[in-house]
């Protein structure tokens, strides 16, 4: 189902509209899905069974998705150990 512009998943060749009551947001645009946000990590499907959107977007040899990423920032930062001069 196409939507409107301001509902549409910011994953490019993606036909899915973003749930307006529950949005995935990152990096200020809303995607559909954390397939979309994370751009399909090792080919990771758009959940919509007629959206192929992942057949066009997938970064290859990618191994670790944003939001993995985002997580282990948050677990190490800020370290504990002050800069040495």
Do not use: Y
Not at 33 to 41: T, W
Not at 67 to 74: F, G, N, R, T, Y
């Amino acid at each position: 189902m196409n939507a409107t512009p301001d509902s549409q998943c910011a994953c490019p060749e993606c036909t899915c509209s973003v749930d307006v009551q529950n949005p995935i947001k990152r990096n200020g645009k809303l995607w559909c899905s954390d397939a979309c946000a994370d751009l399909h990590p090792n080919g990771t499907p758009c959940p919509d069974n007629n959206c192929h959107c992942e057949q066009s977007t997938q970064v290859t040899g990618r191994t670790i998705s944003d939001s993995q990423l985002d997580e282990a920032v948050e677990e190490t930062f800020p370290a504990s150990d002050p800069i040495s001069p």
